[in-house]
Nanobody, 123 residues
Framework: EVQLVESGGGLVQAGGSLRLSCAAS????????TGWFRRAPGKEPEGVSCISSSDGSTYYEDSAEGRFTISSDNHKTTVYLQMNSLKPEDSAVYFC????????????????WGQGTQVTVSA
């Protein structure tokens, strides 16, 4: 069974940084994509960034481009999201998700997802 557990969220002032982690277990697919999404109150979930396990290629939504960096450890069991220059509008629950049918970035439909970690950016 695939399990995804996020951590690293918290309260930070605008301009600050956070590093989120997505620890995965139970993944047996040869190729898959891991994405970070966020869900703000009253809004639909939106994609933030994505990384492919096959070649390490990455993708960033416009909101994350230039400020966020996605990476994975050598064993591909943990995916990180380094978030710099945070803005109040980045406040949301951030969760990671895995898609293995196409294993391409970006993706909107996913097979597995975690509970999320709260990120709050104060002005």
């Amino acid at each position: 069974e695939v399990q995804l557990v996020e951590s690293g969220g918290g309260l930070v002032q605008a301009g600050g940084s956070l590093r989120l982690s997505c620890a995965a277990s139970g993944i047996t697919f040869d190729n898959y994509a891991t994405g970070w999404f966020r869900r703000a109150p009253g809004k639909e979930p939106e994609g933030v960034s994505c990384i492919s396990s096959s070649d390490g290629s990455t993708y960033y939504e416009d909101s994350a481009e230039g400020r966020f960096t996605i990476s994975s450890d050598n064993h591909k069991t943990t995916v990180y999201l380094q978030m710099n220059s945070l803005k109040p509008e980045d406040s949301a629950v951030y969760f990671c998700a895995v898609e293995h049918r196409f294993a391409l970035c970006p993706f909107e439909e996913y097979d597995y997802w975690g509970q999320g970690t709260q990120v709050t950016v104060s002005a």
